[in-house]
Every structure is written in structure tokens, then in C-alpha cells.
């Protein structure tokens, strides 16, 4: 089954507007929530990511909303600009031996329209 | 890409034949993965390696090997390829068990 599950597929946004993204995970096991954005033909590269001792990161415009109670993490994306168009992968990580296995959403397709 | 290259960057092959794709790191880090990207799916881990000669498996690692004799370069062996694992592969590095991990650019295989 699917451990982070995420929405919406794809997202239409004004420049200038919020671009918001959700996530929702059950393993509680899972100790680290970064965020990937993608552009085509490129790898993800990391944007910004959270560990659940804290409920908000901030870096720019960029906003990592994390909710442990409810097992949810959300990336807000404000002043949303045309660059900002890619695709966005949220992912949660957890301990196992020897590595961290990390688990991936699907993927949100952001369109920021001019 | 964080000194990561892989090769070949785009391969058509034909079922059954054998495929071998190449992840090169110049950032000397210890931990290598390969991930193949599907729509809807999004990475999936096939193989990881923690050191030289020490690999392990991911989640969808059935019909794939991997080798690492080297620090330096991870590959990935298809050894009979079948038309489900056209995907988009990618490699990705960390330098410890810190959490980051950063990815390459991708090979992009298709199986006719």
C-alpha cells in the first residue's frame, strides 16, 4: 500500500496566488518529511523538508506545515511565480538498519500561470 | 546534480535483451540508490548500497541486480528486460544517514 499519499494530482495557480500541496503518511515510525520539486528532464532536487519536532519551517517562500497529531505535512508556496512550475514530490524517511528507506508521494503537477 | 552522472541518458532495447546503466559520483558519498519513476508512483527504490561490495534490496528490486566495486560507481543490471520496466531511473547519493539524499539527472529506458 501506498505510505504517503498525495494531492492534489495537479494544480492550477495565478502568479502571485498560494500554490498549497498535502501529504498524509501512517507510520509513525517515519522521522523526516522533505519535499522534492522537478523540473522535466531533471532530477528532484531537494526544496525543503522537516523533522516532527516542529510544526512549521520556513525557507523563502516556501512553507512546510507539519501536523503530527494528524499525520499530515503540507508545502505552501507563496507568491507563487511561472518558475515555480514543476513537478512536486513530498517523501517521509524512517530508520531501517543500515539506511534510511525513504517512501514518496505521487507527485503534484504545479502550473503557475502568468 | 550534485556531481552525479548516468549513462546512458536515453536507451531503447528490445525484450529479453540484457541492460546495464551506469550511476558515477564524484562526491565520494556511501550511500547509493536506484529508483525507477513511473507516473502515478512516484520513485520506488529497486537497489541501495552502503559501501563497496555491500548492497541490499528495495521494494520493487525483482528482475534487477546491481554491482558496486567501487566507490564511485553503482550500476544497475537488467538482466532480461521486459516491457514493465520502461521508466525513467534515476540514482541518487547521500553522504550519511543524515537524510538528504541528491539525485541525478535520470536514464530514461524504454522496452520494446
Known amino acids: 500500500q501506498q505510505q504517503v499519499k498525495q494531492s492534489p494530482q495537479s494544480l492550477i495557480v495565478q502568479k502571485g496566488g498560494i500554490s498549497i500541496i498535502n501529504c498524509a503518511y501512517e507510520?509513525?515510525?517515519?522521522?523526516?518529511f522533505p519535499w522534492y520539486q522537478q523540473f522535466p528532464g531533471k532530477g528532484p532536487a531537494l526544496l525543503i523538508a522537516?523533522?516532527?519536532?516542529?510544526s512549521e519551517k520556513k525557507e523563502g517562500r516556501f512553507t512546510i506545515s507539519f501536523n503530527k497529531s494528524a499525520k499530515q505535512f503540507s508545502l505552501h508556496i507563496m507568491d507563487s511565480q511561472p518558475g515555480d512550475s514543476a513537478t512536486y514530490f513530498c517523501?517521509?524517511?524512517?530508520?531501517?538498519?543500515?539506511?534510511?528507506?525513504?517512501?514518496f508521494g505521487s507527485g503534484t503537477k504545479l502550473n503557475v500561470k502568468p | 546534480d550534485a556531481g552525479i552522472t548516468q549513462s546512458p541518458r536515453h536507451k531503447v532495447t528490445e525484450t529479453g535483451t540484457p541492460v546495464t546503466l551506469r550511476c558515477h559520483q564524484t562526491?565520494?558519498?556511501?550511500?547509493m540508490y536506484w529508483y525507477r519513476q513511473d507516473p502515478g508512483h512516484g520513485l520506488r527504490l529497486i537497489h541501495y548500497?552502503?559501501?563497496?561490495?555491500?548492497?541490499d534490496k528495495g521494494e520493487v528490486s525483482d528482475g534487477y541486480s546491481v554491482s558496486r566495486s567501487k566507490t564511485e560507481d553503482f550500476l544497475l543490471t537488467l538482466e532480461s528486460a521486459t516491457s514493465s520496466q520502461t521508466s525513467v531511473y534515476f540514482c541518487?547519493?547521500?553522504?550519511?544517514?543524515?537524510?538528504?539524499?541528491?539525485f541525478g539527472p535520470g536514464t530514461r529506458l524504454t522496452v520494446l
Open positions: 541518487a547519493i547521500s553522504e550519511s544517514l543524515n537524510n538528504e539524499q541528491f
Open positions: 507510520n509513525t515510525a517515519f522521522d523526516y
Open positions: 522537516i523533522r516532527p519536532d516542529v
Open positions: 517523501a517521509a524517511s524512517m530508520r531501517l538498519g543500515n539506511f534510511n528507506k525513504f517512501y
Open positions: 562526491e565520494n558519498h556511501r550511500y
Open positions: 548500497s552502503y559501501g563497496v561490495k555491500d548492497t
